[in-house]
């Protein structure tokens, strides 16, 4: 009678675990469905399912199925094209380019793929984006090189709308550093604020400033940098020309402490590195490279063989 009873119990137990591998099948057998062939690459329906977590997860916007199925075959067309033309971007660079993801994300490359996982989303689902993302600019810029190189002609035309501010700088500046301890309270780093505008509304020029600056306590007189305005970022480029040569620029507080920059000479630039100069050259490269990039595509889509399933 226990011998009954204990067959009986395997039986249940068996019949069970069929049950469930039943249920498991035809939900693996939907994952890997083959959607959409496109010259005899399958796209299947978990490639489909990852990527619509994946552009969710980064747009925090939930696609369509078309949108999906469109940025998949668009890859497929663009990875294939460029083998055809022997461009292959190694696995390694895929990686790195991941890795660089993650650093700026202020995250790890493991603590990246835990961050996808908890989302449902597989790395190489990433990685393939990627590797998309890294082999297309170098097969448009490769084969187009010639119509995407930029004239002095398209500049000067390009300029002629933009005649305000086509002026850049070079500035002569010499950083000045009021040391803040890290974990000071704010009271100490207002007062430091402070000693940093007293020098400031003392200070009347370069030869005679610096010095008076090296002589106060914990503060350092950094090595002269000189910076063209096209290098500049905007924010500080725009303080830099409202500060007078031989004066401070306000003091800003950083990770190191109060800091302020006194302008020690500034010149005019040569026309080729003015700010607005470089913009209207760096638009105008974007543009053909899109305008380049859409054609191409339009072009491998037309000449692809489709198989939908």
């Known amino acids: ?84 033309w022997g461009l292959e971007i190694p696995s390694s660079e895929v990686d790195s380019a991941y890795a660089t993801m993650a650093s700026r994300m202020r995250l790890t490359p493991e603590q990246l793929t835990e961050h996808l996982a908890k989302s449902g989303v597989h790395p190489a689902t990433l990685k393939a984006r990627i590797k998309a993302d890294l082999t297309w600019p170098q097969l448009v810029r490769g084969r187009y090189q010639q119509s995407l190189q930029i004239g002095e002609k ?17 500035y002569t500046i010499r950083p000045i550093l009021f040391f803040v301890p890290a974990g000071s309270p704010d009271t100490f780093v207002e007062g430091r604020k402070r000693e940093a505008e007293a020098l400031r509304s003392r200070f009347q020029g370069c030869e005679s400033g610096l010095g008076f600056a090296r002589a106060l306590k914990d503060v350092a007189v950094r090595d002269q940098v000189i910076r063209s305005s096209a290098d500049i970022p905007e924010q500080l480029r725009k303080v830099l020309e409202d500060v007078e040569v031989g004066r401070l620029t306000p003091p ?57 399933k």
């Open 1 to 84: 009678m226990m011998f009954d009873s204990c067959r009986t119990c395997r039986n249940l137990m068996t019949a069970a675990v069929l049950v469930f591998a039943a249920a498991a099948l035809p939900s693996a057998a939907r994952a890997q469905q083959v959607v959409v062939i496109v010259n005899g690459e399958p796209i299947t329906a978990l490639d489909i399912e990852q990527r619509a977590k994946l552009i969710q997860l980064s747009s925090h916007k939930a696609p369509t199925r078309q949108e999906v199925l469109d940025e998949l075959i668009n890859e497929k067309l663009k990875v294939r094209e460029a083998k055809k």
């Open 154 to 170: 398209d500049i000067l035309s390009a300029m002629e709308s933009k005649s305000n501010g086509t002026v850049g700088y070079d």
């Open 252 to 308: 800003e507080v950083t990770k190191f402490g109060i800091e302020m920059f006194a302008i020690c000479a500034k010149k005019e630039s040569a026309a080729d590195n003015s700010p607005v100069r470089r913009q209207v050259r760096e638009s105008i490269m974007a543009e053909r490279y899109e305008q380049r990039s859409k054609q191409y595509l339009q072009e491998l889509r037309r000449g692809a063989m489709f198989e939908y």
